[in-house]
Structure formats: structure tokens, C-alpha cells
């Protein structure tokens, strides 16, 4: 069993930026993808971005494609999203996953361990 674990999450004004972290508990496969996706109140948990385990392929929601960033650091085995012009529409708990395939999807179903989330409040 691998445990997620997230971490970075906090408040900040409109335009603001925000790293998270995505920490797997022990390594997973090399070929795995790890995934972001984000629930706001009310809302389904929808999809921000993925990025496969050599970077050969990342994707990102349309929503926030340009302000959002995807990087890794194989050696700590953590997955970082960067995120700057923080809007409040960004407001949600987000979540990493890690997929069951090496480049991952938008799909949750493609998705085999997911961390317990970290809050993100953006203010206007």
C-alpha cells in the first residue's frame, strides 16, 4: 500500500501564488503518473494536470492551463504544483494520486492511491 501525502495548501489573495507538495510513501513504479484534482464545496472532484513519471508528457485543465505548473523531483519522490495567479474560482480542497499507468488521465478511475487533500482558499 502506498500512503499520499499532501502539503502546502493555505489562504491567499487573488494573484497570489501557492506550492503544493505530493509525497508518495515509498517509491512507486517508474512508469507511474501522479495526478492533481481539486473539489470545491458543492462540486465534483475534477481534474487539474498530471505528469508522467519522465516528464515525456503533462497534461493540465483547460481552467488552469498557463498559471499552473506540474514538477517532480524523482530523488525525494514528491510531486510539486506550482500554482500562481491564484483565482478565487481555484478555491477547493486539491488532491494527488497516484495513476495506474505511466502518462495517467483526467479520469479518476485511472487513479489507484490518492492522499487525504489539502485546502486551498483563494480571496477576492
Known amino acids: 500500500q502506498v500512503q499520499v501525502v499532501e502539503s502546502g495548501g493555505g489562504s491567499v489573495q487573488a494573484g497570489g501564488s501557492l506550492r503544493l507538495s505530493c509525497t508518495a510513501s515509498?517509491?512507486?513504479?517508474?512508469?507511474?503518473?501522479v495526478g492533481w484534482f481539486r473539489q470545491a464545496p458543492g462540486k465534483e472532484r475534477e481534474f487539474v494536470g498530471v505528469?508522467?513519471?519522465?516528464?515525456?508528457?503533462?497534461l493540465y485543465a483547460d481552467s488552469v492551463k498557463g498559471r499552473f505548473t506540474l514538477s517532480r523531483d524523482n530523488a525525494k519522490n514528491t510531486v510539486y504544483l506550482q500554482m500562481n495567479d491564484l483565482k478565487p474560482e481555484d478555491t477547493a480542497v486539491y488532491y494527488c494520486?497516484?495513476?495506474?499507468?505511466?502518462?495517467?488521465?483526467?479520469?479518476?478511475?485511472?487513479?489507484?492511491?490518492w492522499g487525504q487533500g489539502t485546502q486551498v482558499t483563494v480571496s477576492s
Open positions: 515509498r517509491r512507486t513504479s517508474s512508469n507511474n503518473a
Open positions: 505528469r508522467s513519471w519522465n516528464g515525456a508528457s503533462i
Open positions: 494520486a497516484v495513476a495506474r499507468s505511466s502518462y495517467g488521465s483526467a479520469s479518476r478511475g485511472d487513479y489507484q492511491y
